[in-house]
């Protein structure tokens, strides 16, 4: 009789059955598989619209501050201002009704330089208050466009009157600009213009006047009087 062969055992079976081992590695994958899962499912999910952390933002570095050097100024001395006395410290008191007008002190300027007061022009001794100059503004063909222009040199307003005298020719109009007119005297020699407002101290106006037929350049020019300038 024969003997059965026993089926071998430990690492020899295991060698000679293979689908032991395949089997194993099977199993080993399954556990590996759901301990992948497992750690998987234990990190919660980041919220919805969550950033990522900021990185820290490395803070300027400030300058550093250079001291400025200020000129102290003596506690008797005051900053000087425009339109004030040079040698007053402080603000003008106003003036008491019925005492005399104060001093008046050429004032200080930007530039620290003292600079004259200006005051209405007034006509010196021997000249006229309200003296005129005449020029041809156009000169086109069959007349022209003259002026004369008006300064009122004194120290209170005036009115003019103002007399031009041609060879023949004809007088179209006469005008001033910006202000009221006036009257318009004619003769056959030329014409006289009255004025229809007064002019300022220091104040001017120019008479424009359209002539035809005529030469540009008058007999005679006045403003009240006085012969006109630029003749």
């Known amino acids: 009789m024969r003997r059965v062969p026993r089926p071998p055992h430990g690492p020899v079976a295991i060698a000679t059955s293979p689908w032991i081992v395949v089997g194993a590695g099977v199993v080993v994958m399954v556990v590996l598989l759901f301990v992948a899962l497992?750690?998987?499912?234990?990190?919660?999910?980041?919220?919805d619209g969550a950033q990522p952390p900021a990185l820290p933002v490395p803070s300027a570095v400030a300058a550093p501050s250079v001291p400025t050097s200020v000129p102290s100024v003596a506690p008797s001395s005051a900053a000087v201002l425009p339109g004030l006395s040079g040698r007053a410290s402080v603000l003008?008191?106003?003036?008491?009704?019925?005492?005399g007008s104060p001093?008046?002190?050429?004032?200080?300027?930007?530039?620290?330089?003292?600079?004259a007061t200006r005051s209405p022009t007034r006509a010196a001794p021997g000249q006229p208050a309200m003296t005129g100059r005449y020029r041809v503004v156009q000169s086109f063909?069959?007349?022209?466009i003259g002026e004369v222009s008006m300064l009122n040199r004194s120290a209170q307003s005036r009115g003019w009157t103002v007399r031009l005298e041609f060879s023949g020719g004809r007088l179209v109009t006469a005008w001033?600009?910006?202000?009221?007119?006036?009257?318009?005297r004619q003769s056959d020699d030329g014409f006289t213009y009255v004025s229809g407002v007064e002019v300022s101290p220091g104040g001017s106006v120019s008479l424009r006047f359209h002539m035809e037929r005529t030469f540009s350049t008058p007999r005679e020019c006045t403003v009240d009087g006085v012969r006109c300038n630029g003749l």
């Open 92 to 99: 003008p008191s106003s003036t008491p009704a019925g005492s």
């Open 141 to 144: 063909d069959g007349g022209f």
């Open 176 to 184: 001033v600009e910006g202000v009221p007119q006036g009257t318009i």
């Open 103 to 115: 001093s008046v002190d050429p004032t200080v300027g930007a530039t620290g330089r003292p600079t």
């Open 38 to 47: 497992g750690a998987y499912r234990g990190r919660s999910p980041a919220p």
